[in-house]
């Protein structure tokens, strides 16, 4: 318990887009948390509905959710009921954008992904500007012709600037818990987060929130 993957980072490339469509005779399957050391991940519900569970806590995300992940934070994509959805993410190293970022110092393209609010969900018109320009990098990235990359980083800097402006404007939406289960785990996991330096064994947690070491084992899998 708390144990998590660490998936090799982008290994021949510094950004890449991807979309996926699973479906329920095909589903797409998260077995383990993860974390990314060296990349920014922005992943984005087209349709569907999702489970999200991020650093310390689960979101049930919808059609038009914009998830932002940090360097080395934990996370994991979950069915809700169905399998059935379309997503679409971007991952890119630092460095891609390293000399843009440094082009204004009144600005830091990455501080979305250290900011508070996470999850953020958009409306109709948010959605139209964020799919057209997941779209456009991944024609970029698919085609491949003169100058690709660097529409890209231009496109992606597009991205991030829209990304910065509307995400406090949405700094008091508040994501409720899916479930008294997923509150729970979240609860556990803010523990062992604050309590990290600490010699923490299962039978001491289970005491803490009156929980059998079993079950709190079973409920932490399914979750995280």
Do not use: W
């Not at 959710?65 to 059935?84: A, G, T, Y």
């Not at 803490?208 to 079973?218: D, G, M, R």
Request: hydrophobic content about 35%; aromatic content about 12%.
């Amino acid at each position: 318990m708390g144990k998590y993957t660490a998936v090799p980072d982008l290994i021949t490339t510094d950004f890449i887009v991807k979309y996926r469509t699973p479906t329920d005779e095909n589903p797409y399957i998260m077995v383990n948390s993860h974390y990314h050391e060296d990349n920014y991940e922005i992943f984005y519900l087209i349709d569907g509905e999702r489970y999200y569970f991020l650093k310390d806590r689960t979101y049930h995300i919808k059609k038009g959710d914009l998830v932002l992940i940090d360097r080395n934070e934990i996370h994991k994509s979950s069915h809700v009921k169905s399998h059935r959805h379309k997503r679409v993410l971007v991952q890119f190293k630092p460095d891609f954008l390293n000399e843009i970022n440094k082009a204004d110092s009144s600005i830091n393209l990455f501080s979305c992904f250290t900011g508070e609010q996470k999850i953020l969900r958009l409306d109709f018109k948010e959605q139209e500007i964020i799919e057209e320009l997941f779209a456009k990098m991944y024609h970029e990235q698919t085609n491949r012709q003169k100058g690709f990359e660097l529409i890209n980083k231009i496109k992606l800097t597009d991205m991030l600037l829209y990304i910065n402006r509307i995400a406090g404007a949405k700094s008091s939406f508040k994501f409720d818990h899916p479930d008294s289960l997923h509150e729970k785990i979240s609860e556990v996991v803010k523990y062992l987060n604050d309590n990290y330096a600490e010699n923490i064994n299962l039978r001491k947690i289970s005491e803490h929130f009156y929980i059998s070491p079993n079950y709190l084992c079973k409920i932490f899998r399914e979750v995280t």
